[in-house]
């Protein structure tokens, strides 16, 4: 095995232990509440092996507390979905320990996250049972949500008591409290939800009172568990928690408590969704300044959650002072060795997440999707999937492929992402790879993250898979278009054919002219155009394209055939992609609109209202993407094993394109 020098003199204050009533954490990695539908069994809402390997996988990738999310307190009128884990009965305690015990293996402390949806729990889920809130009110998918009274209080703190007890014996050493969001006690805290005029509304005291019941209970009657709470910095909403707020609610539960970790956001609002979990264009460690206003007022430790992913961030979040450690989700899902890299050293091998939600959004049917709706259940795949880390949710299942006995002679056509992967995945299984790349470099179709202004993840992540690649061990031969005979004078015991996709010409009359590029001609180079665009196509890459050209001083007006743009990206991606797109002053937006002709200066469309002539000096086509199929299919019979992977199977997404090439690998 590798030895690797530890790094604690690079990121001192990253890996300084902390310790808090007699439990040492060995660094101020944590790992953020993720609730994922394959860790439980649906119908038992008990941990499954897949649960225990994947956040026992955090453990033994450095966190020093690992945290499960979104526990079930109660059957009556707390669950959301289906894939709680349930603490209500002792049932739960024999795979909980499980990964409890996994977790302490690797000196690591346990978690567990403990919310009562309130107004967001569904009837469905509850044995059809009325959500109760703080406040009466009608929630935007027709359900109707009662007041809380104060017997309903007193049985959801015992709920929280009971779930408490039942964590800490089932070996956790902490609980967290999830006081954000807007979720029930964050509806307690938030004038949007709390209109009560009795003594748990109004003030910021009053406010407090139940949660701060809540709080005290536990620490009463389960005084050996540690309470973490996670408060909102800010509802991003007009009349709802801001700063100050915040900073007076941590001072009433910081006489408590023993953590606190700041986010931001509430679910009652959409449009701050993507903001709560960031999307690519919100700044990395953008709650730190919250955290630190916090941490200025307050006794005990102070974390920060959101968008934290490289370690020199969080060593200068932490020696800056403005938390006392940092809080991860997707970092984690995108590198479950997050920790331990940056500890030795490794920390430029740490895969990025790109932030595209896919993890948060897909599995319950938050996708194709129109903007007012939040989930389309009959859309819910109730799969779990990254779209960087192809191991995610499937770490039971990939166990099945041993190392292969004999290593094969492989050959990867292809230098983008599929085929990075394949070589990086067949490298790692003991083959010898040879990779053809007909460019001057690696990166494929990601070559755009250079030049688009929101896409720093993505470019860090094509980064990443090019300094992998690299480093592989893999033979990369740039300048080398592959044929059928140049592979098969290699002898190859099987060939990953990962030749992508081509842009889509739609037939109109008028696209072979002077004017017209597509969005890969143009993203290197705007100058070419005239001032004013018109863009065919309104999907998702049609709009950051038009984000793109609109950054670089053009007028664009983005046509779309369908009612509904991007309809295509993951919900809450898009959701922030299309508040964009409306506030852009220079980006008009035609929907429903089909394209009849183009011009030299003008194109005809027929929308709604009838045919029109936008003026155009230049048209980008962002029709979408078409397979190299015919390219794909002249290297069969060049190996006794011949595996397409990617756009050429295809044209897709990431993701599809990332787990096609790992899976070819795994298959050999």
């Known amino acids: 095995m590798e030895y690797h020098q530890p790094c604690e003199e690079r990121y001192p204050h990253l890996f300084a232990p902390m310790t808090i009533r007699g439990k040492t954490f060995k660094n101020r990695i944590i790992t953020a509440p993720s609730n994922h539908g394959h860790i439980t069994d649906p119908y038992t809402h008990q941990l499954n092996m897949e649960g225990v390997l994947y956040y026992g996988g955090k453990a033994r990738g450095g966190a020093a507390m690992v945290t499960l999310g979104e526990a079930l307190l109660d059957h009556g009128n707390s669950s959301a979905h289906a894939s709680h884990v349930d603490l209500t009965t002792e049932n739960c305690l024999p795979s909980l320990h499980r990964l409890t015990d996994y977790i302490h293996m690797h000196q690591s402390l346990a978690s567990i996250e403990l919310n009562h949806n309130g107004h967001f729990a569904l009837p469905q ?56 969001h807007g979720w029930l006690m964050g509806g307690f805290l938030s004038n949007l939800i709390n209109h009560r005029k009795d003594k748990y509304g109004g003030s910021i005291e009053n406010r407090c009172r139940f949660p701060k019941m809540v709080l005290d209970r536990i620490r009463k009657e389960v005084p050996d568990i540690l309470v973490e709470i996670r408060l909102s910095g800010s509802e991003l909403t007009p009349g ?113 997440c790109i932030k595209c939600l896919r993890c948060l ?167 070419v155009l005239g001032e004013q665009v018109v863009l065919v196509g309104g999907g998702l890459v049609g709009c950051e394209t038009a984000l793109h050209l609109s950054r670089n001083g053009k007028r664009v007006a983005l046509v779309e055939m369908r009612d509904t743009l991007a309809p295509d990206g993951y919900f809450s991606e898009r959701l922030h992609t299309l508040e964009y797109l409306e506030k852009d002053p220079d980006i008009q937006i035609y929907t429903s609109a089909k394209c009849l002709a183009i011009g030299p200066d003008a194109v005809k469309i027929a929308g709604p209202d009838g045919e029109m002539c936008l003026k155009a000096d230049s048209v980008v086509l962002s029709s979408g993407m078409v397979s190299r199929s015919a390219l794909r299919d002249r290297f069969r019979g060049t190996a006794p094993r011949v595996i397409p992977a990617g756009d050429c199977v295809r044209a897709s997404n990431l993701r599809e394109a990332t787990w096609q090439g790992y899976n070819a690998a795994m298959i050999l």
């Open 125 to 180: 889920y509850c044995g059809g049972a009325m959500p109760m809130a703080a406040s009466a009110m009608d929630m935007p998918n027709g359900i109707h949500v009662r007041e809380m009274n104060e017997d309903d209080m007193e049985q959801v703190a015992e709920h929280y008591v009971s779930a408490a007890r039942m964590a800490r014996r089932a070996g956790f050493d902490t609980v967290l409290l999830h006081y954000a």
């Open 240 to 352: 709802g928690i801001e700063l100050p707020d915040c900073v007076e609610m941590a001072r009433i539960f910081a006489e408590s408590a023993d953590m606190l970790h700041i986010s931001c956001g509430t679910r009652l609002n959409a449009s701050t969704r993507p903001i709560m979990h960031p999307s690519h264009f919100v700044e990395h460690g953008h709650n730190a300044f919250r955290a630190a206003a916090v941490k200025q007022a307050v006794h005990i430790p102070v974390g920060v959650v959101g968008a934290v992913t490289d370690p020199d961030l969080a060593e200068r979040i932490l020696a800056e002072g403005m938390a006392d450690y940092v809080a991860m989700a997707r970092a984690f899902i995108a590198d479950p060795e997050w920790g331990e890299k940056a500890r030795q050293c490794r920390a430029d091998e740490i895969r990025p």
């Open 361 to 527: 959004d897909v599995a319950g049917g938050r996708t194709g999707t129109k903007t007012a709706v939040l989930q389309d259940f009959t859309n819910a795949t109730k799969e779990n999937s990254c779209s960087v880390n192809p191991e995610y949710g499937r770490q039971e299942v990939l166990a099945l492929y041993p190392k292969p006995e004999k290593a094969c002679r492989v050959v990867v056509v292809g230098g983008g992402p599929a085929g990075m992967q394949a070589a990086i995945q067949a490298r790692a299984r003991g083959h010898a790879v040879t990779l053809l790349e007909k460019g001057d470099k690696l990166g494929g179709q990601l070559f755009y993250a250079d030049y688009v202004w929101f896409k720093k993840d993505m470019k860090e992540y094509r980064d990443w898979l090019i300094r992998m690649t690299m480093r592989s061990g893999a033979e990369v031969r740039l300048h080398t278009e592959a044929t059928p005979e140049l592979v098969a004078q290699l002898h190859p015991d099987a060939v990953v054919v990962a030749v992508g996709a081509e842009p889509f010409i739609p037939p109109i009359p008028g696209v072979d002219g002077g004017n017209v590029y597509t969005a890969n001609d143009i993203f290197a180079d705007c100058s």
